[in-house]
């Protein structure tokens, strides 16, 4: 078998584990430390510890607690990218609502695994992050986990869309329901249900979370909506 190609210029790609549970902490550093192209280089059991840690050993990837993650994540994401500009940021959760989602990725968050993941897919998340230096991300699901990764064959163009199908798109992001979107545009709500397939299909989505968060990365040009009263 052919060795794994290296994923940077330093060798085997460095990895910050900042998660308050050592137990697990120490499983992921087990996993890794068996993979060719994966080491561990640092762990955090805090934002604080993660933070200082990242400007010292600069990893690749930052493998986040949700904990973590949601505890002002959005105060402190600028001084990682500021010390590591390339590294990627991969949150484990147990427990994620959609809006949580939605900020993480607000916020620059590059992906997200289940902690009750297998060990296999675990390290293959984690080699998807990694590989993927220059496609953006999406939360697309992949199996039964969320590898949240926009990979080649979910990416589609958008310049396809209508003005009509961003209309409803910007409805979408202010989260409006299908019948507020109707009355809006004047149209019925089965007519604002034929424009999202045309859309899931178009930008290769299959609900309206997935194209609102896809919008988001992507940086849509939208046109503005008024509240909805």
């Known amino acids: 078998m052919q060795p ?7 060798g085997r790609a460095k990895i910050l584990i900042a998660d308050g ?12 430390s068996v993979e060719d192209d994966l080491r561990v280089v640092a762990q955090a059991e805090n934002s604080v510890q993660m933070v200082a840690m990242n ?26 990218r500021s010390d590591s500009p390339n590294c990627r940021v991969l949150v484990s959760y147990s427990h994620l609502g959609d809006k949580q989602k939605e ?14 993941a297998q060990p296999e897919y675990f390290v293959e998340v984690v080699r998807r992050v990694l590989d993927d230096d220059h496609k953006e991300f999406s939360p697309v699901e992949s199996g ?18 209508t003005p009509r199908e961003k209309s409803i798109i910007s409805c979408l992001t202010q ?13 019925t709500e089965q007519t604002v249900k034929n424009h999202l397939r045309s859309i899931y299909d ?20 939208l046109p503005p909506v008024s509240p909805f009263n």
């Open 103 to 116: 900020k993480l990725f607000r916020n620059g968050v590059s992906g997200m695994v289940s902690r009750s």
């Open 175 to 187: 989260g409006w329901r299908n019948r507020d979107i109707a009355a809006h545009l004047r149209i």
């Open 202 to 221: 178009k930008v290769g989505v299959s609900d309206r979370l997935e194209l609102v968060l896809y919008a988001i990365h992507r940086r849509l040009e």
């Open 4 to 10: 794994r190609k290296q994923l940077n210029n330093r």
């Open 21 to 32: 549970e050592g137990v697990f902490r120490l499983g992921l550093k087990k996993l890794f």
């Open 144 to 161: 039964s986990e969320d590898v949240n990764l926009l990979n080649g064959d979910h990416q589609r163009p958008v310049d396809t869309l």
């Open 55 to 80: 400007r010292s050993f600069r990893p690749d990837l930052i493998l986040v607690q949700e904990e973590i993650a949601l505890t002002g994540f959005d105060r402190f994401v600028d001084r990682l």
